[in-house]
């Protein structure tokens, strides 16, 4: 991805170019997932797709277990689905016109108590 945008610095207008290369975008899809649905990046697969200039995005992720996951699937994929959409566009300036959710494995996060 590059971006062309022209920056004011004072009196004068900066150019430049920031380039997000595929790999980097990657990364930053798997981390927004993983933030998304609290599991850690090894957990996580995503798959990234040009669609007529936008991404369709793919994630792989378990299901969540424990006190911090009481919600149903059904409203862990609909978070899951608009923290993608946001992320990659505040994050990247990336369009993502759909997600697709499989939950794959299962996770159970126990509560962690400090003495």
Same mark, same amino acid.
């Given at each position: 991805?590059? %971006?062309? #945008? ?12 920031? =380039? ?35 991404? =369709? ?20 994929? /609909?978070?899951?689905?608009? /923290?993608?959409? %946001?992320?990659?566009?505040?994050? %990247? ?14 996770? #159970? ?7």
């Amino acid at each position: 991805m590059i %971006a062309d #945008n022209r920056t004011e610095t004072g009196s004068r207008p900066l150019a430049g170019r920031t =380039i997000l290369s595929a790999r980097a975008l990657q990364h930053l899809a798997v981390g927004v997932a993983r933030d998304a649905a609290r599991v850690s990046a090894k957990d996580v697969s995503v798959t990234l797709a040009d669609h007529e200039g936008a991404l =369709i995005a793919s994630v792989t992720v378990p299901v969540v277990f424990g006190p911090v996951a009481n919600q149903s699937l059904d409203v862990q994929g /609909a978070h899951l689905r608009r /923290a993608m959409i %946001a992320g990659l566009e505040d994050y %990247a300036g990336r369009r993502v016109t759909s997600v697709n959710v499989r939950f794959s494995g299962v996770r #159970n996060i126990k509560e962690r108590r400090v003495s």
